[in-house]
């Protein structure tokens, strides 16, 4: 089934680690995001990519880097993670050419604790 | 983008309508007024999209005033299942790949 795969599902992991959340998915969509999800305050953007190559920051990007090597995976990386990190993140994509946007296709989210 | 205004939670009876609204004053003449609900411990989904008219699909229909400042998703008969946070969202349609900003939502109880 096409869609959206993101991975790990869930993840604790101590201050000061180094982590990679996956994002892959098979819609060839040339447009991905991040997505943090806290309590009261919905989804808030970390980082998107138009296309293959090309990056941008969201609105809440400090602390957080993707890559866009290609179409189909968007990993975010946490360099040093901390504990305002605690969070779901939610990958998500749509096709974005042709004169109009598609409309997002989320994946079901990495729940991420930072001890 | 336009900034959005939405109730924080409502209920329903189950198979009745269920009528979220949404204000969005400061809307744009080339803004689209977006839905997408998120059901507990998944990731969102969309439901429905308009500029000026009102749409239907088979999820829900939307309902956009003449003015544009307001618009209401309708789910014609609820079902238990329709319990989830809803995002109303306005946001230009362009291909300059920006993604839609997500506020608060409105949490809807559907009950038996």
């Known amino acids: 089934i096409a869609g959206i795969t993101q991975a790990p599902t869930s993840q604790i992991l101590a201050a000061g680690r180094r982590m990679t959340l996956r994002c892959t998915q098979d819609?060839?969509?040339?447009?991905m995001y991040w997505y943090r999800q806290d309590l009261g305050l919905g989804l808030r953007l970390i980082h998107y990519?138009?296309?293959?190559?090309?990056?941008g920051k969201g609105e809440v990007p400090d602390g957080y880097s993707v890559s866009r090597a290609n179409t189909d995976d968007f990993p975010l990386t946490l360099a040093s993670a901390v504990p305002s990190q605690t969070s779901v993140y939610f990958c998500?994509?749509?096709?974005?050419?042709?004169?109009?946007?598609?409309?997002?296709?989320f994946g079901n989210g990495t729940r991420l604790t930072v001890t | 983008d336009a900034k959005t205004t939405q109730p924080p939670s409502m209920d329903c009876a189950e198979g009745r309508a269920a009528n979220l609204p949404c204000n969005h004053s400061t809307i744009s003449g080339n803004e689209y007024v977006y839905w997408y609900r998120q059901i507990h411990s998944q990731g969102p989904q969309y439901i429905i999209h308009?500029?000026?008219n009102n749409e239907t699909n088979e999820m829900a229909s939307l309902i956009i005033t003449e003015d544009r400042k307001s618009s209401t998703l309708i789910l014609p008969h609820a079902t238990l299942r329709d319990t989830a946070v809803y995002y109303c969202i306005v946001r230009v349609n362009s291909n300059s790949g920006y993604a839609l900003n997500f506020g608060k939502g409105t949490s809807l109880l559907v009950t038996p």
């Open positions: 998500a994509s749509r096709r974005n050419r042709g004169g109009w946007n598609s409309p997002l296709h």
């Open positions: 819609m060839r969509h040339n447009a």
């Open positions: 990519s138009n296309t293959a190559g090309t990056t």
């Open positions: 308009g500029l000026k």
